[in-house]
């Protein structure tokens, strides 16, 4: 699907123009072939940067093809299936275009002019693309870490394994986190260097540098908590196990002691006083004694 949208220094809102205009963003929500070659052929765009902008997996990067500036980067995009995703900004000559599987967030708040954004400024709409990028992140990062911060606190037995469940789909998640934020300050760093903006601008991109180095340091501070919750669960799993081991170990010992005895003097040959009238008793007290004298040995050795 593609769309265009314009806004003016002038005009008081964003408005969606049936048409491409002069200083427009144009915004590509999950293109069909025939709307690429249409996108490559109206705009002279590079085929293989637009399919790039397509592939989920692809690495934060900047690329120049004939004076278009292709930004690759990630965004985090409200569905459950895939938090993160690739999204293109394209700096052409007049026009601005955004690309994507699926629609971030931001961009609705945009065309409902919850956010200022003006089509005909290209790098000042670039720096409010990026910006807006970094805070999807911050707070989804935030989020997370308070998620993961309430749970560093629960005790063995409130740990369900939903809890589980829900901490390791959040370990997933910090980890692509931690990689995004590594590449896009890397990208941030080369747009510097091979942009040219306005003091203003730079500075605002150095501090997404800063932002980005905070939540960057702030995912690894969590999946160290995760892995420490991890830890921590898999000692108590394996020392309960341990105990449940000993007691039937022990339990297995105290009954298969007598039950060897009374076998022994359950066969039917001749046995030492098996004709005197105490000799049940004189049994029950040997396997007395033989249980008083194992649990005596097993607390001694602090075996329970």
Not at 12 to 19: A, D, V
Request: glycine residues 4%; aromatic residues 10%.
């Amino acid at each position: 699907m593609i769309r265009y949208f314009k806004r003016t220094i002038q005009s008081k809102e964003i408005k969606e123009i049936p048409n491409f205009q002069i200083g427009c963003w144009i915004e590509v929500v999950d293109p069909t072939t025939k709307e690429i070659e249409y996108l490559v052929k109206k705009f002279k765009l590079d085929k293989k940067n637009l399919e790039s902008g397509l592939d989920e997996n692809e690495i934060p990067r900047l690329d120049i093809v004939d004076g278009n500036i292709y930004i690759f980067t990630n965004a985090v995009f409200n569905i459950p299936e895939h938090i993160l995703g690739t999204y293109l900004i394209t700096i052409g000559k007049n026009f601005v275009l955004t690309l994507s599987v699926h629609e971030p967030e931001f961009a609705e708040r945009i065309k409902n002019g919850e956010i200022k954004f003006i089509t005909t400024q290209k790098l000042k709409c670039l720096i409010k693309l990026l910006s807006l990028i970094n805070e999807g992140f911050e707070k989804t990062t935030i989020s997370i870490v308070k998620d993961v911060q309430k749970r560093k606190h629960l005790s063995i037995e409130e740990l369900k394994d939903e809890e589980l469940t829900s901490l390791l789909e959040q370990e997933d998640i910090l980890n692509d986190f931690v990689s995004s934020y590594y590449y896009i300050n890397l990208l941030y760093e080369r747009i510097i260097r091979k942009i040219k903006f306005f003091e203003q601008d730079k500075e605002i991109l150095e501090d997404l540098i800063v932002e980005g180095t905070q939540g960057f340091n702030l995912c690894k501070s969590s999946l160290k908590t995760i892995s420490n919750i991890r830890g921590y669960y898999d000692i108590l799993l394996s020392n309960r196990l341990n105990n449940i081991i000993t007691i039937l170990t022990i339990f297995t010992i105290l009954i298969s002691l007598p039950a060897a005895i009374s076998g022994l003097y359950g066969m039917n040959v001749a046995l030492p006083l098996q004709h005197h009238p105490f000799i049940f008793w004189y049994i029950l007290v040997l396997i007395a004694l033989i249980w008083i004298s194992f649990v005596l040995y097993l607390k001694k050795k602090r075996v329970i």
